[in-house]
């Protein structure tokens, strides 16, 4: 009588990384130091801009940490930062229009005050979620922003 083979599973073995480790850093907190970076980054995007010397990068960066930090205000992250978020949102928005009219990219008293205020908040929000949440968020308001959701405000 002739042997019946049985199928085998083919698995994937994913030596590249150890899934434990992949599990526990995406679980963890937002280690401080990529935080700092990130922090450093929008610093000196606003010294620049409070300066006047700000380029089209330091003002994108600064969208970047608006859009975010709303986006996580509104999935239930933080939700106390929505007005700040609204007074950097005009802030940044009279930035463009008198970058348009000058070619000098630079935010007003009421500007540096309101994003000084977001970035602090930003820090907070993103310190106290996991990484993998966090970047969770990061793709949610890449998406959001590429579907021209409803909040979005463009700047033609």
Not at 25 to 32: D, E, L, M
Not at 35 to 58: F, P, V
Not at 102 to 113: A, H, R, S
Request: proline letters at 2%.
């Amino acid at each position: 009588m002739a042997e019946i083979m049985r199928k085998k599973t083919k698995r994937k073995v994913w030596n590249l990384i150890d899934p434990l480790t992949h599990a526990i850093v995406g679980a963890s907190i937002t280690q401080r130091d990529k935080l700092d970076q990130l922090r450093l980054l929008e610093y000196s995007a606003l010294d620049a801009m409070t300066k006047g010397s700000g380029t089209i990068q330091d003002w994108r960066t600064l969208v970047d940490v608006l859009n975010l930090s709303e986006m996580m205000a509104r999935g239930g992250v933080g939700p106390e930062v929505l007005p700040v978020c609204q007074k950097a949102q005009d802030s940044l928005h009279k930035a463009a229009l008198r970058y348009e009219e000058t070619k000098k990219m630079g935010l007003d008293g009421q500007g540096i005050v309101a994003i000084r205020e977001l970035i602090e908040y930003a820090d907070l929000q993103q310190s106290s979620i996991s990484r993998s949440e966090f970047e969770k968020y990061i793709k949610k308001t890449k998406n959001y922003i590429k579907s021209h959701g409803d909040k979005v405000v463009e700047i033609v």
